[in-house]
């Protein structure tokens, strides 16, 4: 303020200028700040999505969860998380990697029941099983495919000419789930699953 008035008493021009300056610095400072601000405030939100949507849907199952962490259900020797996010395959198997699992892996009909008992009758899910350019089915834990024509939907596979991801098929009149193929880029929800004996729980 000093610094003012001594401009002030030398000159009313000087004055003006040295105040209109101080508030363009104020400005500036405080565009600077929003601009800052509304990138934090998008990054929060992009990440609140990520992390806020990945929660257990709503299920009848009250089974035990066991050593498994709050929202996940226990099966054997593996915890199921079951993720009412709408996703790519390439995007859920990434958020299932954040949890420390991977895209659920279909061992056997019993587990493919089971898991049928828990999820909602009319969702699609994916699950950890691709098939590469090449025609080269691989899950994503890298256990070996051994077809089972028992998991398939009746005429599945279907899409030998691309890419495809399998999930498992929403029915409302079938006992349990079975697979299907489409394009990895469509979205579904998800299951992702941690085998118990790895540690991470």
């Known amino acids: ?33 929003g601009l800052n601000f509304k990138n934090k405030s998008q990054e929060d939100q992009t ?31 593996a915890c199921y998380l079951i993720v009412n996010f709408y996703g790519t395959w390439e995007l859920s198997k990434s958020l299932c ?4 699992a991977h895209l659920m892996v279909v061992n056997s009909e019993e587990e493919l029941v089971f898991i049928s008992r828990v999820v909602q009758k ?12 090449m025609g080269q089915w ?29 999930y498992l098929k929403g029915s409302d009149t079938v006992h349990r789930k079975l697979m299907h193929d489409a394009d990895c880029h469509s979205e579904r929800y998800h299951i992702c699953e941690q085998k118990l004996e790895t540690g991470m729980w």
């Not at 001594?6 to 565009?31: E, Q």
């Not at 950890?128 to 350019?133: A, E, N």
């Not at 070996?144 to 024509?149: D, G, K, L, R, V």
């Open 97 to 100: 990697h954040e949890h420390g």
């Open 122 to 133: 009319s969702p699609d899910y994916w699950i950890g099983l691709k098939r590469d350019t």
């Open 1 to 33: 303020m000093e610094v003012q008035q001594r401009l002030c008493h030398t000159s009313k021009v000087a004055c003006v200028m040295f105040t209109v300056l101080l508030l363009l610095s104020f400005l500036v400072i405080g565009i600077i700040t």
């Open 138 to 166: 691989s899950w994503v834990n890298r256990d070996n495919y051994h077809s089972n024509p028992h998991f398939w939907d009746e005429n599945k596979p279907a899409h030998w000419d691309i890419e495809s991801c399998v």
């Open 47 to 77: 990440r609140g999505l990520l992390s806020d949507d990945i929660t257990p849907i709503p299920f009848h199952y009250k089974g035990d969860k066991g050593l498994c962490s709050d929202g996940w259900v226990l099966y054997k020797n």
